[in-house]
C-alpha cells in the first residue's frame, strides 16, 4: 500500500483537524481583533480538541508553545500541556503493516512479537518483542498516511499563522514553519532515523553513563525500526530519590545534550521526559532519534560567543553572535529584547556556584513571563525574523532545563557548561562533524541563510 503524500489522505486528515484546530483558531483570532470573545476559553478549547489526535499536528503545537512570540499567549500556555493521549492502533492494522514492511513470513522472523503495544506517540507505536538470539527487542511502527498528514498539518499551520498576522506582525514566521517542515518530514524516515542512531552512538561512546540502542536493521525499513530493547524507568519515578541520585541522573542528561551540540554541533530536539529512561546504576537511556537538529559550525560558535558575551558584558560580541545566529536588521532596541531572552536561558550556566536551574525561587511559570515580556517589546519595536536554527534550540533548551527542574537538580551548571566548550574551535568542530556525519551517511546541515 502507497502510504506517501496524496490529496485523498490530506482531505481526510482536514475533516479531522481543519473543524477543530483552525475553527477554534480562527474564533481566537477574531476575538483579538474585535475585543470581544474570551481567547483564553477558545485556546483551552484546541487544546482538548488536538488532544486526542495522533500525528505532526501534536508536535507543532508542542514546539510552538516554546517560542516566544509564535503563537498568542493564550495558545501557547494551554499548546505547552499537549500530550500524546491517543489510544494505540490495533491488532489488525499492526499486522497488515508487519506484513506490508517484512513480508508475509513477518512472524517467523521474531521469537515472539507482543501483539498490545508497550508505547503509543505521535507519529507511531512501538511494540515488544525478542529475537531468535533472544535479545529483547523494541519494535517502532509509524501509523499510516503519516505523510499526508504532516502536509495538511502544515497546512493548518499557514493557516493559523495567516490569521495571527492579522493582528500581531512582531515575529516572521516564515524560517519557523519551515524549519518545522523539514523536521517532521525527516522524521517519518526511520531509515535516516537508524543512521541519527548510528551518529549518537558515536558521538557519545565516551560517555558510559548514557546508553542507546542498537538497529536491527534487517527488521527494519522505512516505516518500521526496530532496536534493541533497553530497560530502565521513568525519569520522574526518580523525582523523591536521594538529592545524589538526582544530582547524577541530571549531570549524566547534561553531558548527553551538550557533549553532541558542542563538539558535533548536533543535538536532540525532542527533549521531553517520555525520551528518557534511568537504568538501575543511574545510567541514562537515550531513545527516540527521529527529531535531530545538525547545526553549522558557526552557528555553534555564535551559542559560545553569545555565552562569553554575557559573562563578559561585552555587548559588541553580543551582536556578532546574534548575527552568527542569523538574525538580521537588529536595532540598538532589539538587541537589547533578545538580551533579556538569552539572560534567562543562559542565567543557571553563568553562575559559578551549586544551585537548582530556578534557583531564585520563581515561579514554574516564570519562561513563560519572561517570553511575554519579550514578546511585548518585540511588538512595539517591529517585525523580528526568527532564524531556522532557533527553532529546535530554544525548544531544546527549555525542555532540558524543564527535566532539570523536575528533579530538582543541584549542580554547578557554569562549570558543567564550562568543561563544554573548553577550547572551542568552528574549523575543529565542522572537521568532526563532518567526518561522524560521513560514517553516519548523513548530509551536512543546510540553513535558511545559506551560511556554511
Same mark, same amino acid.
Given at each position: ?9 490530506? &482531505? ?325 529584547? &533578545? ?76 562549570? &558543567? ?19 561522524? &556525519? ?15
Amino acid at each position: 500500500m502507497d502510504e506517501a503524500n496524496t490529496l485523498g489522505g490530506r &482531505l481526510a486528515r482536514y475533516a479531522r483537524v481543519g473543524g477543530t484546530g483552525v475553527g477554534l483558531a480562527a474564533r481566537f483570532a477574531g476575538a483579538r481583533l474585535t475585543g470581544g470573545g474570551d481567547a483564553t476559553t477558545a485556546a483551552a478549547q484546541l487544546r482538548v480538541a488536538l488532544g486526542g489526535l495522533k500525528g505532526p499536528v501534536m508536535k507543532i503545537a508542542q514546539i510552538l508553545s516554546t517560542v516566544p512570540g509564535a503563537v498568542p499567549e493564550e495558545f501557547a500556555r494551554e499548546l505547552s500541556q499537549l500530550q500524546a493521549d491517543a489510544p494505540p492502533m490495533g491488532w489488525p492494522f499492526v499486522k497488515r503493516r508487519m506484513k506490508a514492511e517484512l513480508g508475509a513470513d513477518w512472524e517467523t522472523k521474531f521469537a515472539s512479537f507482543d501483539r498490545e503495544a508497550s508505547a503509543a506517540a505521535s507519529l507511531g507505536q512501538v511494540h515488544r518483542a525478542v529475537a531468535h538470539d533472544g535479545r529483547a527487542l523494541a519494535c517502532k511502527l509509524q501509523y499510516p498516511d503519516m505523510a499526508s498528514a504532516v502536509e495538511a498539518d502544515l497546512g493548518q499551520l499557514d493557516v493559523l499563522f495567516g490569521l495571527y498576522r492579522q493582528f500581531d506582525r512582531s515575529i516572521d514566521t516564515g524560517l519557523i514553519r519551515g524549519e518545522l517542515a523539514d523536521r517532521l518530514r525527516e522524521e517519518l524516515d526511520y531509515t535516516r532515523e537508524a543512521k541519527h542512531l548510528a551518529l549518537y552512538r558515536e558521538m557519545l561512546s565516551g560517555q558510559p553513563a548514557v546508553c542507546l540502542p542498537e538497529v536491527m536493521p534487517d527488521l527494519s525499513t522505512a516505516r518500521l525500526l526496530t532496536m534493541t530493547w533497553l530497560t530502565g524507568k521513568p525519569l520522574l519515578s526518580y523525582k523523591d530519590a536521594s538529592q545524589d541520585e538526582r544530582n547524577r541522573i541530571a549531570e549524566t542528561l547534561f553531558r548527553a545534550w551538550y557533549w553532541p551540540l558542542h563538539h558535533y554541533g548536533v543535538i536532540h530536539g525532542d527533549p521531553h521526559l517520555g525520551n528518557y529512561a534511568v537504568r538501575d546504576d543511574l545510567g541514562i537511556n537515550l531513545l527516540d532519534f527521529g527529531c535531530i537538529r545538525v547545526f553549522p559550525a558557526r552557528f555553534i560558535g555564535g551559542v559560545v560567543d553569545l555565552f562569553h558575551a554575557l559573562e563578559r558584558g561585552d555587548d559588541a560580541l553580543a551582536v556578532d553572535a546574534f548575527e552568527r545566529w542569523g538574525f538580521v536588521g537588529l536595532s540598538r532596541e532589539i538587541i537589547d529584547t &533578545l538580551l533579556i531572552w538569552a539572560k534567562f536561558l543562559y542565567g543557571p550556566l553563568l553562575d559559578d556556584r551549586v544551585r537548582r536551574i530556578d534557583d531564585e525561587g520563581r515561579p514554574v511559570d516564570y519562561g513563560r513571563e519572561t517570553a511575554q515580556k519579550v514578546h511585548a517589546r518585540l511588538k512595539q519595536l517591529g517585525t523580528v525574523t526568527v532564524p531556522s536554527e532557533f527553532v529546535f534550540m530554544d525548544r531544546a533548551a527549555i525542555g532540558l532545563g524543564g527535566v532539570f527542574m523536575h528533579l530538582r537538580a543541584e549542580r554547578n551548571w557554569h562549570r &558543567l557548561f564550562g568543561e563544554m566548550i573548553a577550547g572551542h574551535d568552528d574549523a575543529a568542530l565542522a572537521a568532526r562533524q563532518k567526518g561522524a &556525519l560521513d560514517r553516519a551517511g548523513l548530509a551536512p546541515p543546510a540553513t535558511a541563510t545559506g551560511i556554511a
